[in-house]
C-alpha cells in the first residue's frame, strides 16, 4: 500500500462519515420532530382539560357560592326592610293611640 491507497482508503472512510453522519442527523431530526408535535398534541390535551376542569370547578363551586351570597345578601336588605317598615308601623299606631286619647279629637274621630 502506498500514500494514494491511504488517501483514496481515506476518502472513502470520510465520505462514508458524512454520508452516515447525514443519514443519522435526518432521522434524529424526524425523531425530534416526532416528538415535538406528540409533546404539543398532549399539552394540547392537558391544557383542555385543565381549562375544562377549572370551568366545571367555577361553575359548580364558586357561581352558586356567589348565588347563595346574592340571595343572602338580598334576604338581609329585605329583612332590613322589613324591620324599618315595622318599626314604623309600631311608632304609626302609637302616635295614633295618643292623638286618639284626646278627648276632643277622639270624639270627631268616632263620628
Do not use: C, W, Y
Not at 334576604?75 to 295614633?96: A, Q, S, Y
Amino acid at each position: 500500500m502506498n500514500s494514494d491507497d491511504l488517501k483514496k482508503i481515506r476518502g472513502v472512510i470520510r465520505d462514508e462519515v458524512s454520508s452516515t453522519e447525514k443519514r443519522i442527523k435526518g432521522e434524529i431530526k424526524q425523531i425530534v420532530s416526532a416528538s415535538e408535535k406528540r409533546l404539543l398534541r398532549e399539552a394540547d390535551k392537558r391544557e383542555r382539560r385543565m381549562v375544562t376542569e377549572i370551568g366545571e370547578f367555577i361553575e359548580n363551586n364558586v357561581i352558586s357560592r356567589l348565588d347563595e351570597k346574592a340571595n343572602k345578601t338580598g334576604i338581609d336588605r329585605l329583612e332590613g326592610k322589613i324591620d324599618r317598615l315595622t318599626d314604623d308601623v309600631l311608632d304609626h299606631k302609637r302616635r295614633i293611640e295618643k292623638i286618639e286619647q284626646v278627648p276632643t279629637i277622639a270624639h270627631q274621630i268616632k263620628k
